[in-house]
T-cell receptor, first 113, second 114 residues
Framework: KNQVEQSPQSLIILEGKNCTLQ??????????LRWYKQDTGRGPVSLTI?????NTKSNGRYTATLDADTKQSSLHITASQLSDSASYIC????????????FGTGTRLTVIP | GAVVSQHPSRVICKSGTSVKIECRSL??????MFWYRQFPKQSLMLMAT?????????EQGVEKDKFLINHASLTLSTLTVTSAHPEDSSFYIC??????????FGDGTRLSIL
């Protein structure tokens, strides 16, 4: 069964600190993995996209890693800011079918001053 | 970058009324549009997939007569929630893509049925 699991469900950190969010998936075949940021009451916005051959990708203070062998990904946020408070969703794209996106349940990050 | 506009952003209406939500791709032609529903603290759940000019494909458990989808042009899809009830209250999000390109999401519509 194609599944995407994220941990932790929620996280509270102090402003300026770093944090790492985890994503494990069982989707097969695999095309790519995206991390999205979803602010409350808004649609998801793509942060990074990684294909099978990519191990690390950065976008500013966001760094995503992918281990296609163990089917794990992480999103590392450096020097967190209050505006980083949001839900972070891991989305895995399979290769077949029109409905080929598999969503994780997200990690709710709260950055406090 | 690609922009998807969703309107309205928030709707509050009485039980029994029908509500129409629009999803527009502003700077690209969306051959496929998707409609999702998201309950609090949960992830997006795909409701239906629509291709321009053809009938939408609904996910299991989604009533096609309840959630009417029209994708009449390459830049516009609409979702109509017919005879809405309080249990239909949710956050509805559309996304659009051109060909095999990645999906781009709208900002969602918060629907509240009283």
């Amino acid at each position: 069964k194609n599944q995407v699991e994220q941990s932790p469900q929620s996280l509270i950190i102090l402003e300026g600190k770093n944090c790492t969010l985890q994503c494990n998936y069982t989707v097969s075949p695999f095309s790519n993995l995206r991390w999205y940021k979803q602010d409350t009451g808004r649609g998801p916005v793509s942060l990074t996209i990684m294909t099978f051959s990519e191990n690390t990708k950065s976008n500013g203070r966001y760094t995503a890693t992918l281990d296609a062998d163990t089917k794990q990904s992480s999103l590392h946020i450096t020097a967190s800011q209050l505006s980083d408070s949001a839900s972070y969703i891991c989305v895995v794209t399979g290769k077949t079918g029109a409905n080929n996106l598999f969503f994780g349940t997200g990690t709710r990050l709260t950055v406090i001053p | 970058g690609a922009v998807v506009s969703q309107h309205p952003s928030r709707v509050i209406c009485k039980s029994g009324t029908s509500v129409k939500i629009e999803c527009r791709s502003l700077d690209f032609q969306a051959t496929t549009m998707f409609w999702y529903r998201q309950f609090p603290k949960q992830s997006l759940m795909l409701m239906a997939t629509s291709n321009e000019g053809s009938k939408a494909t609904y996910e299991q458990g989604v009533e096609k007569d309840k959630f009417l989808i029209n994708h009449a042009s390459l830049t516009l899809s609409t979702l109509t929630v017919t005879s809405a009830h309080p249990e239909d209250s949710s956050f509805y999000i559309c996304s659009a893509r051109m060909g095999d390109q990645p999906q781009h999401f709208g900002d969602g519509t918060r629907l509240s049925i009283l």
